[in-house]
């Protein structure tokens, strides 16, 4: 009898899991979820805040060690991309290794290959890549949110935001909907390119493609309406100086009523 609650349970957690993943977007044949499946697999990919391959080996050390976890190994970076960890950026791994995980072979990216595209171990540590971390119990701010409505708030909110926040979002509504965000209040430490501190959003669902805007200073944002379901909210705060934070609503909306120009929040 005990045999077949569990069985049940587990066809049943299956079948939930399976009509999850018909929801997620694929691109080009690739599963584009990564941030869920970094979740999953505990393993993640981060650059430099100053950008795209700019960290030594002991920056990224360090990088992964502030969030709580450590450089991914190579048999945790392939168990990742085996359930679709597929990301076009080299970066640092276990015991100064190099490389990046490919899904699907493409001819701007892995060079045709598919599977842990390897740099191999690098005799000079001061090489700069980006960096794969590995944590599985990585508890940041943010999250998946699935409602067809809800506020998001910086990290405290209304107390002013700490320094070294990482957070993102990830909003997927319903097919056929879009998602129409307005800012109701905005307070982040304001720079010149708004280098320190900021808000940026995507149009898709990862921080790679879709980049809308990078947000800063107390100005309100305007609206920003997705072109699809799905849409990413990374926010980041450098080392000193906070502000009082953000606050915003993001509503779905029928991707048909949209031409009709309405205010979708009255
Ligand atoms: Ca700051």
């Given at each position: 009898m005990r045999v077949w609650t569990l069985l049940w349970t587990l066809l049943w957690t299956l079948g939930l899991l399976l009509k999850e993943v018909q929801t997620w977007s694929y691109q080009n044949g690739i599963f584009h979820n990564s941030i869920w499946l970094e979740q999953a697999a505990g393993v993640y990919h981060r650059e430099s805040r100053k950008g795209r391959?700019?960290?030594t080996y002991k920056e990224a050390i360090a990088v992964c060690k502030y969030e709580g976890g450590a450089l991914a190994t190579y048999d945790q970076l392939e168990a990742a991309r085996q359930i679709g960890f597929h990301v076009c950026s080299a970066g640092w791994f276990d015991k100064g290794r190099v490389g990046y995980p490919i899904v699907k072979a493409g001819a701007n990216c892995g060079f045709g290959k598919i599977g842990i595209i390897d740099y191999g171990y690098?005799?000079?540590?001061s090489e700069r890549w980006d960096v794969y971390c590995y944590n599985?119990?990585?508890?940041?701010c943010g999250g998946v949110l699935t409602e067809p409505e809800r506020v998001i708030q910086s990290p405290g909110f209304p107390e002013e935001y700490q320094d070294e926040q990482i957070c993102y979002w990830h909003i997927r509504v319903k097919l056929g909907q879009r998602i129409h965000v307005r800012f109701l209040e905005f307070d982040v430490e304001d720079d010149t390119d708004c280098l320190a501190d900021y808000l940026e959003i995507y149009?898709?669902?990862?921080?790679?493609?879709?980049f809308v805007g990078r947000f800063c200073g107390d100005y309100l944002p305007y609206d920003i309406l997705s072109t699809g379901n799905v849409m990413t909210l990374k926010f980041l705060s450098d080392a000193s100086v906070t502000g009082g934070g953000f606050q915003l609503l993001y509503k779905a909306v029928n991707a048909s009523m949209v031409s009709h120009n309405k205010d979708y929040f009255n």
């Open positions: 391959y700019q960290l690098r005799l000079n540590k599985p119990d990585a508890k940041e149009d898709s669902y990862d921080d790679v493609t879709g």
